[in-house]
């Protein structure tokens, strides 16, 4: 059964922080940043806000953008790095915020890649008729975790929470929508080039980012090229086919080189890197919104989505909207 995209929402707390700012706490530039990153400004959280409540909220708006209600959810997954607590999940948060009193709710943990992982995850479910209708989030309050000792780190992130609602449908229903396919990979060996510092049953905290922001780099941007050959080789889909990059929003020469593989002039990449920073696993879904609502993003367009983060893992997915 196809499995569609049928509404998209976000949220974003108010609180807008520049580069101007946050050279007033470290030792770092707007020059810098834009040039190294593409990233003019990101959100920070405000007193109250969480990334379960940053979740309902886009939830909702995505609800509302598919015409419907609580009651006809029967999952959510939510893909994080930044959960409110150690458990429960975020994603029986805002199964309980939004009163919902069925359905299973869960979390995934694939970093950057979070919000892909939950959608291969949803699509594998849903696509036996098993689940009908599904919100799928990502959602971040990364300024929780920066360290103002490390600027390597502490001017890249941001916070904030995108959604889509998805559904199985028939053939007939869904008239060529849905999700084309998903590719998802990783690779622990490089554990340690991108990690929080603190876990569990590591040092009983919440830890640190530590990254290796050249190694990233360097990965990101070859897997991201392997991404683009093998998705469209395995689905037999051309470049001239795909409409949109939405791409994961963590540094703008990554984004470029990815567009460039897949013969993408700039116009047809949405990027939000400037506005929001990396919102890790709610970079994708929020730049979908964005894209959604200001009417760039039309039904029947195709969509490639990538991502890649911690652990390392990637992920791509092709959908049809
Ligand atoms: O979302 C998960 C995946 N994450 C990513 O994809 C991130 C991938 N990595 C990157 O985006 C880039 O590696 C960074 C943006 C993190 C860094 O850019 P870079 O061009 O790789 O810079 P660099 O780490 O090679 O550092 C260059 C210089 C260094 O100074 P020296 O050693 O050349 O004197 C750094 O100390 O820039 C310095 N630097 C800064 N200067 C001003 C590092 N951070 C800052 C800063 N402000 N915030």
Redesign the pocket.
Known sequence: MPVVITGTGSALPSNIVTNDDLATI????DE??QS??GIKQRHFKSEGQTTSTLATEAAENAMKSAGVTAADIDLIIVGTATPDLTFPSVATMVQANLGMEKGAAFDIAAA?SGFIYALSVAESMMSSGKFKRALIIGSETFSDMIDKDD??T???FGDGAGAVVVENMTDEEANGSGVIGTEIYSDGRYKND?YASGGVSFNKTTGNIV?N??E??KH?TRAMSGLVTDTLEKYNITKEDIDWLVP?Q??KR?IDATAKHLGLSSDKVVLTVSEHA?T?AASIPLALDVAVKDGRIQKGDTIFFEA???GFTWASALVKF
Do not use: K, P
């Open positions: 470290v030792d770092t530039s810098w940043i190294r990153t950057c600027r390597t502490y001017v890249l991108l990254m922001g050249r990233v780099f990101a994961h963590a540094n990554i990396n890790s890649f983060g911690a």
